[in-house]
C-alpha cells in the first residue's frame, strides 16, 4: 500500500514514467519487426500509451484517495482492483464531473480560503485533484481489464486464397498482476470474406477500401464471438499453445498461423518493490532514485507448422486443423506451450552501470536481451 504522503510514491510514479517512456523510444525504432505481423511500434504502441494514460489517471487519483495498492512483491504493477476502479470511473466520468465545480472557479476558493483561514485548503485539493482525475480519464484511452481486438492489418494467402488477419487485443491478468497484448495472424476461409476480399488473381481486392484498423474480428459474422472468446482466453495462466488450440477448435473457418503474446512486467523499483532482493539491493546503490529501476517483458510466440486437411464425408466431416509447433528442445519454451519466446529487459545507464560493477549482470540478465536507456536514445544488446 503506498500512501500519498510518502516520497516513494512520487518515486514509483517518476520511474514507472520514465520506463514507459523509454520502451516507447526502443518501439519507435523502425527496424523492429515481429515477423507476419509487421512493425511491433505500430501493433505494440497503442497499448503501451494506454498503460501510460491509465498511469497519469491513477496519479492524480491519489490526490484524493491517498492510497494506492502495487503488487509489491511480484509484478511491480498495480493490483486488479485499481485497473477496475479505472473503469468504472470511466464510464461514469462525465456525470461525476458535472457535479464538481469548474477548475478556475475551485482555484478562486482556494486562494480565497488561505487569505481567509490562513490554512492550506485539503478540502478543495482533493475536489481539485478528483477533477483533474477525472478529465484525464477522458483525455485518451486507458488500459481496460480487456481491451477488445480489432483488425490491423489484412493481406491474402496466395497459396490458399485466403485472407490473412493481423488482429490486437490486450488483456490485464488480475491474479497475477501482469498487463498483455495479444497478436494473432489468421487466415479466414469464411465463402463470404473470401469472395469480397480475394480478387480473381489470388490478390487482395483493390476495389475494396479497409479504414484499418477496424474494431474486432474483419469478418463480421464471427466478430462478437471472437471478442467474446479472446475475453475469455486472455488469463496468464493459459499457455499460448492452449488459446491458439481453442481457437482452432472454437472456430472452424478461423485458422491460426501464429499467436503471440507480450508479457509486461515485473517491473523493480529500489525502495518500492521488493519481488528480487537482490535487484532491489543493488539499484538501491543507483545516485538518482528516477533511474533505480528495471523493466522486463516477455514475448511468446507459438506458430502453425501444418495444418491437417478438412476432413469430408457423406455422415460426417471435421474441419482443418492446425499442428502447433512446441519446441520440446527447450524446457522453457516447453514449459510456456510456445515455439519460441524472447525475455527483454530496459534498464537506465546508471542502473545498468551498477548492475555491471556488482559482477552480477550476467547471472541477472541471463538470456535477457538488454536494452540500455540513456537521455532519448536506447542502445540495445549491450
Known amino acids: 500500500m503506498l500512501n500519498a504522503q510518502d516520497g516513494p510514491v512520487a518515486q514509483y510514479f517518476q520511474s514507472i514514467r520514465a520506463a514507459l517512456g523509454g520502451l516507447e523510444i526502443y518501439l519507435r525504432n523502425p527496424d523492429i519487426v515481429l515477423p507476419g505481423s509487421g512493425a511491433a511500434g505500430a501493433l505494440l504502441l497503442p497499448y503501451v500509451e494506454r498503460l501510460r494514460n491509465s498511469f497519469a489517471c491513477w496519479e492524480n487519483r491519489i490526490g484524493f484517495t491517498e492510497q494506492f495498492r502495487i503488487s509489491r512483491a511480484e509484478s511491480g504493477f498495480p493490483v486488479f482492483q485499481n485497473v477496475l476502479e479505472l473503469e468504472n470511473d470511466r464510464t461514469n466520468a462525465e456525470k461525476r464531473l458535472s457535479e464538481i465545480p469548474e477548475a478556475g472557479a475551485l482555484r478562486a476558493e482556494m486562494v480565497d480560503f488561505i487569505l481567509r483561514q490562513k ?10 485533484a478528483e477533477r483533474l482525475y477525472l478529465e484525464q480519464i477522458g483525455r485518451g484511452a486507458i488500459f481496460s481489464p480487456y481491451v477488445l481486438p480489432e483488425t490491423v492489418r489484412v493481406t491474402v494467402n496466395e497459396t490458399s486464397r485466403r485472407p490473412y488477419y493481423v488482429v490486437s487485443w490486450a488483456v490485464f491478468d488480475g491474479t497475477n498482476t501482469l498487463p498483455m497484448i495479444y497478436i494473432a495472424g489468421i ?28 474494431g474486432g474480428l474483419l469478418n463480421p459474422e464471427l466478430a462478437a464471438q471472437f471478442d467474446d472468446f479472446a475475453g475469455k482466453n486472455g488469463a496468464y495462466s ?3 499453445a492452449t488459446i491458439a488450440t481453442n481457437m482452432d477448435k472454437d472456430f472452424p473457418t478461423l485458422h491460426p498461423k501464429l499467436l503471440r503474446r507480450i508479457v509486461l512486467g515485473p517491473f523493480y523499483s529500489a525502495g518500492i518493490t521488493e519481488n528480487n532482493a537482490r535487484i532491489n539491493e543493488i539499484l538501491s546503490r543507483v545516485r538518482k532514485p528516477e533511474n533505480a529501476w ?26 482443418a486443423t492446425q499442428e502447433f509447433h512446441i519446441e520440446t528442445g527447450d524446457l522453457e519454451a516447453a ?12 534498464v537506465p545507464h546508471d542502473a545498468y552501470q551498477a548492475l555491471y560493477a556488482s559482477g552480477e ?20 544488446e549491450v
Open 361 to 380: 549482470a550476467n547471472a541477472i540478465f541471463g538470456n535477457y536481451k538488454v536494452h540500455v536507456i540513456s537521455g532519448n536514445n536506447v542502445v540495445s
Open 238 to 240: 493459459l499457455t499460448p
Open 294 to 319: 528495471l523493466l522486463t517483458w516477455t514475448m511468446q510466440e507459438i506458430f502453425s507448422k501444418a495444418e491437417r486437411p478438412a476432413q469430408r464425408g457423406f455422415f460426417s466431416s471435421t474441419p
Open 119 to 128: 490554512a492550506f485548503p485539503e478540502a478543495l485539493q482533493s475536489r481539485m
Open 187 to 214: 487466415e479466414d476461409s469464411s465463402a463470404n470474406v473470401a469472395k469480397l476480399l480475394v480478387g480473381e488473381d489470388g490478390k487482395l481486392n483493390p476495389d475494396v477500401d479497409i479504414p484499418l484498423p477496424v
Open 335 to 346: 514449459r510456456m506451450g510456445v515455439s519460441t519466446y524472447e525475455k527483454h529487459a530496459l
